[in-house]
């Protein structure tokens, strides 16, 4: 079993910027962030292949969220810029057991405890 270990979560200003990490206690292949704000659903915020490390994003995030990968040190990235209210939830760390499309969630075998990331007005 595989354990993720996000980090990085925090308050911050509207415009800020924060980087959350996730650590990999062993391999997975693709991985990916989610987020749930209160009341509503977990989303998809982007994904990363394990094999090329090509990047997958929600549509609205795109352009303000990045996420990167290293692969030597099993752990995912996601730098946050540009942060909104909107953007205030609790963001997941998750990693698949077997490849698959990047923005399904039921695919995802492994998920992190999440982090608290609140962006004030």
């Known amino acids: 079993q595989v354990q993720l270990v996000e980090s990085g979560g925090g308050l911050v200003q509207a415009g800020g910027s924060l980087r959350l990490s996730c650590a990999a206690s062993g391999r997975t292949f693709n991985m990916a962030w989610f987020r749930q704000a209160p009341g509503k659903e977990r989303e998809f915020v982007g994904g990363i292949t394990w094999s090329d490390g090509n990047t997958s994003y929600a549509a609205s995030l795109k352009g303000r969220f990045t996420i990167s990968r290293d692969n030597a040190k099993n752990t995912v990235y996601l730098q946050m810029n540009s942060l909104k209210p909107e953007d205030t939830a609790v963001y997941y760390c998750?990693?698949?057991?077997?490849?698959?499309?990047?923005?399904?969630?039921?695919?995802?075998?492994?998920w992190g405890q999440g982090t608290q990331v609140t962006v004030s007005s």
């Open positions: 998750a990693g698949q057991r077997f490849p698959g499309p990047i923005w399904v969630a039921t695919l995802y075998a492994y």
